[in-house]
């Protein structure tokens, strides 16, 4: 019998097994040394903070899709140029 797509292995959006253990282990290791004073991620930053600050950025996601209607929020509802003028 052929195989076809979504049929059979892991469910979608399912865990690999060895993953799930990896990240536990790390998660585990990572909480026991920021109890430890001296190799915690706090000391770590202070030391290298460019470093720390690389490392930082990868968390923030690369791109942010937003669909706002600028108009509808009455503090940005404004003419900068208009109103200076209006003062004169």
Known sequence: ???????????????NQTTKLVREVF???FNKLQSHPSANLYNWAIQ????FY???????????????DVHSFPLLNIDPIGDIENQK
Do not use: T
């Open 48 to 51: 290298e903070p460019g470093e």
């Open 27 to 29: 998660n585990e290791v």
């Open 54 to 68: 690389k490392l930082a950025s990868k968390l923030i996601p690369g791109q942010v899709n937003l669909d706002l």
């Open 1 to 15: 019998m052929p195989y076809k797509k979504g049929q059979g292995g892991r469910p979608q959006g399912a865990v």
